[in-house]
């Protein structure tokens, strides 16, 4: 008996979603695509949001920014739910690993008491800064306009609480584990008067309505001159002192600044080239948080750094508005 195997190929009706196909053609989708582009319901909301009678619940008037298409907003870093966790679970992997050599080696407790003191009070409160900046990009990701902003935004709290976590765990590693460091990271970003300047300027984006605001405030101009002052010129300021057992445990959180930087760009790039309107209020934005966010660091650099604290400042501010000017944005 003779058997006799064919095959028969099915041509598809269609190769994607048909919102998908309306924007870019009928072929198949990246599953970033799925998941980003005009997932946001547009029409036939049912009711206005309790909260703001006056607009609703996915409104584009939340921001005087204004885009012909918001999905233009798109994340050069193509991250969805699951490369996203894939991204971070092998990350923290290499993280665990580094930490759990430090405290096996005990690389931050042989420290001199002084460099100890000087890390505590530099770091530990920067626990309640990434708190601050999980609360302003939950503000973008809760009011932004469109899944490619929202997501992507929300993917920052994520993160900004995981570097608060990060933190703690080098305070730990400072006090063998007592928890003690982690409280004197809470009095000083409460009571210390040379904090106060920086926790002042945090609180002040939780009351800042325009959520586009926000994102260019906290991570193009906070962050620019946050990350860059305490991990590169104070950690360098330590490895002079002390060794480079520190700069073994921040490298991650500059890694990851350099890393979600791509996406901050890319939005306020492509914003901020959308039309004049856009491109002045954006710098304005810009301009102004950077000046208030310099102004609040000025104290705390100065007594970090002593005298080199006015040439590291300025180094920081200078390579922050080199990258805005790459942006488009007025300096």
Known sequence: MAVEIRTNGVKPVRNTFGHLARRFGDKPATRYQEIAYDVQPEVNLHYKPLWDPDGEIYDRRRTVVTMRDWYALKDPRQFYYGSYTTTRAKQQDALDRQLDFAEKRDLLRLLPDEVRESIVFALLPLRHYEWGA????????????????????????????????????????????????????????????????????????????????????????????????????????????????????????????????????????????????????????????????AQALRPLSQSLLGDASEQALAAVLAQLDARAAKLGLTV
């Open 134 to 293: 999980n609360m302003s990009n939950c503000h973008v990701a809760a009011y932004g306009y469109g899944t490619a902003v929202t997501q992507a935004a929300i993917m920052v709290t994520t993160d900004r609480l995981g570097m608060a976590q990060h933190l703690s765990r080098i305070g730990l590693l400072l006090d063998g584990n007592t928890g003690e460091s982690l409280s004197i990271g809470r009095s000083l970003w409460i009571d210390e008067p040379l904090w106060q300047g920086l926790r002042r300027e945090v609180e002040a984006l939780f009351v800042t309505r325009d959520w586009f605001e926000v994102l260019v405030a906290q991570n193009l101009a906070a962050d620019g001159l946050v990350y860059p002052l305490f991990y590169q010129q104070f950690d360098q300021h330590v490895a002079a002192r002390a060794g480079s057992a520190l700069s073994s445990l921040t490298d991650y959180l500059l890694r990851w600044y350099e890393e979600t930087a791509k996406w901050v760009d890319a939005t306020i790039k492509t914003a901020a080239a959308e039309n004049p309107e856009n491109r002045e209020r954006i710098s304005q934005w810009f301009r102004n948080w950077r000046d208030r966010m």
